[in-house]
């Protein structure tokens, strides 16, 4: 009787083992506009970079700071050969600040990208 409840809860156990964890997959998905084009911002929760794709190309950035203070969530990267500083805002506003020398030269608006199956993103903390 011993073993048979070992192996009946041996099989569960294994399975829930197997069972990939929702928050570590979870990723956010934006998108952003600006006056030549329309894009989408994909991070994945806990991640070190970003992706940006566009109808005509795919960059990822490699994030160098991640703002999670105050119900905030914001992504700082910059851009490849000594480019803008790029700050990605995904809470509590949605939105894309570039800047060069401190100075914000061109903010896109974003708006969350919402699928039917999707649950709402966890607090920040």
């Known amino acids: 009787m011993k073993d048979?409840?070992?192996?009946?809860?041996a099989i569960p156990c294994?399975?829930?083992?197997l069972m990939p964890s929702s928050v570590s997959a979870q990723s956010i998905s934006m998108i952003c506009?600006?006056?030549g084009?329309?894009?989408?911002?994909?991070y994945k929760l806990g991640s070190r970079e970003f992706k940006v794709d566009s109808k005509?190309?795919?960059?990822?950035y490699q994030v160098s700071d991640v703002e999670k203070a105050q119900g905030k969530l914001i992504l700082t990267?910059?851009?490849?050969n000594g480019?803008?500083?790029i700050r990605v805002h995904l809470k509590p506003y949605n939105k894309i600040d570039y800047s060069v020398g401190?100075?914000?030269?061109?903010?896109?608006?974003?708006y969350l990208e919402k699928h039917e199956e999707e649950k709402p993103m966890p607090p920040v903390s």
């Open 14 to 17: 294994f399975l829930v083992l």
């Open 77 to 80: 990267a910059q851009a490849p």
């Open 4 to 9: 048979l409840c070992r192996r009946a809860f």
């Open 83 to 85: 480019g803008p500083i």
């Open 33 to 35: 506009e600006n006056p």
């Open 56 to 60: 005509i190309s795919q960059t990822r």
């Open 102 to 110: 401190g100075k914000v030269f061109q903010t896109d608006g974003c």
């Open 37 to 42: 084009r329309e894009y989408q911002v994909t």
